[in-house]
């Protein structure tokens, strides 16, 4: 590939948040009155940005911005570091950086995303952390990727942006990026493939394979 920039999602493609976002839901729903889903019910608001998982949970508007900060309540103390790195997931990125710019592209709110970096030693790999402001600015791929093209001067014809879920692959294409599912994240293959995934990878190492990064 004629590629020499990699945007990597964080949650589902990095690292695996599954406990910590599905409690903070949980928690937020439960201090709201509502119901609440079990843990395995809940994965599909991994990835997608936090309000917009907020308002369908909820059913509507009423009690988003509630929701969200209640999530937070617990999330930033606790619920960020309820999380795992995937194998291979290193040695990934070791194989990678030598040959483009490697940099974080992800809903989740910058201040968050930045903390889970540092915390798995992963800053090393990558030039800059791109995420949400708290207020929801650049919560949607689209408009987080555009500000990433700006800010890093990026070709987006040479760029790839690697996530596990239809907004990431989506928000390559509008601007102009090819995108590449991960298949053992929270996306399936058929979400993945009708956003209009160029490729599929069911592992870590499949995307280094994929890109011709050699061993690592």
């Given at each position: 590939m004629d590629m020499d920039t990699i945007f990597f999602d964080l949650d589902g493609t990095l690292t695996d948040?599954?406990?910590?976002?599905?409690?903070?839901?949980?928690?937020?729903?439960?201090?709201?009155?509502?119901?609440?889903?079990?843990?395995?019910?809940?994965?599909?608001?991994?990835?997608?940005?936090?309000?917009?998982s907020l308002v369908k949970l909820l059913g509507g508007e009423e009690d988003a911005d509630r929701g969200v900060a209640l999530y937070r309540e617990r999330f930033g103390d606790?619920?960020?570091?309820?999380?795992?790195?995937?194998?291979?997931?290193?040695?990934?990125?070791?194989?990678?950086?030598?040959?483009?710019?490697?940099?974080?592209?992800?809903?989740?709110?910058?201040?968050?995303?930045?903390?889970?970096?540092?915390?798995?030693?992963?800053?090393?790999?990558?030039?800059?952390?791109?995420?949400?402001e708290l207020d929801g600015t650049r919560a949607h791929k689209g408009d987080l990727l555009a500000f990433a093209l700006e800010r890093t001067g990026?070709?987006?014809?040479?760029?790839?942006?690697?996530?596990?879920?239809?907004?990431?692959?989506?928000?390559?294409?509008?601007?102009?990026?090819?995108?590449?599912g991960v298949l053992y994240g929270y996306g399936s293959r058929e979400e993945l493939t009708e956003a209009g995934a160029a490729h599929l990878c069911a592992t870590p190492r499949a995307i280094r394979d994929h890109l011709h990064a050699g061993p690592g």
């Open positions: 948040p599954k406990p910590g976002i599905t409690r903070s839901l949980q928690y937020a729903l439960e201090r709201l009155g509502r119901p609440v889903p079990a843990q395995d019910e809940l994965t599909w608001c991994i990835g997608p940005p936090l309000r917009t606790v619920g960020l570091f309820e999380n795992s790195l995937y194998p291979e997931i290193e040695a990934t990125l070791a194989a990678l950086k030598p040959r483009a710019r490697l940099f974080v592209a992800t809903s989740k709110a910058h201040v968050y995303a930045d903390r889970i970096i540092d915390h798995f030693g992963l800053r090393p790999h990558f030039e800059y952390v791109f995420g949400a990026t070709d987006p014809a040479r760029a790839v942006m690697i996530g596990d879920r239809s907004h990431d692959i989506v928000g390559a294409r509008v601007n102009g990026i090819g995108g590449i």
